[in-house]
């Protein structure tokens, strides 16, 4: 059973930056971050894979949002810059050991949440 711990939310205005931190306690191939909104459908924000490092990202984040890891921390990150309002929402940290058709990580674990609110 892998455990995952978020760190980082919090509220910002628009264009500001957040940093979320995720500790794991186990390997799994791949690790990634989800949001849901109020609403709205949990959606896969951006993955990586453990090994090679690749990345990939939700359109809608690309160039905004990086994904990385510190391997000697058991650590995830995901780095936020230029926050929208839209981009509000419930933050999970998850780990997997597959990927799906779209490039992002099938979870097998989550972690609690962390919320993330951007005022305009």
């Known amino acids: 059973q892998v455990q995952l711990v978020e760190f980082g939310g919090g509220s910002v205005q628009a264009g500001g930056s957040l940093r979320l931190s995720c500790v794991t306690s186990?390997?799994?191939?791949?690790m990634a971050w989800f949001r849901q909104a109020p609403g709205k459908e949990r959606e896969g924000v951006a993955s990586?894979?453990?090994?090679?490092?690749?990345?990939y990202y939700v359109d809608s984040v690309k160039g905004r949002f990086t994904i990385s890891r510190d391997v000697a921390k058991n650590t995830l990150y995901l780095q936020m810059n230029s926050l929208k309002p839209g981009d509000t929402a419930m933050y999970y940290c998850a780990a997997g050991d597959r990927m799906g058709g779209s490039g992002h990580c099938v979870p097998g674990y989550w972690g609690q949440g962390t919320q993330v609110t951007v005022s305009s």
């Open positions: 990586i894979w453990t090994g090679r490092g690749n990345t």
């Open positions: 186990g390997y799994t191939y791949c």
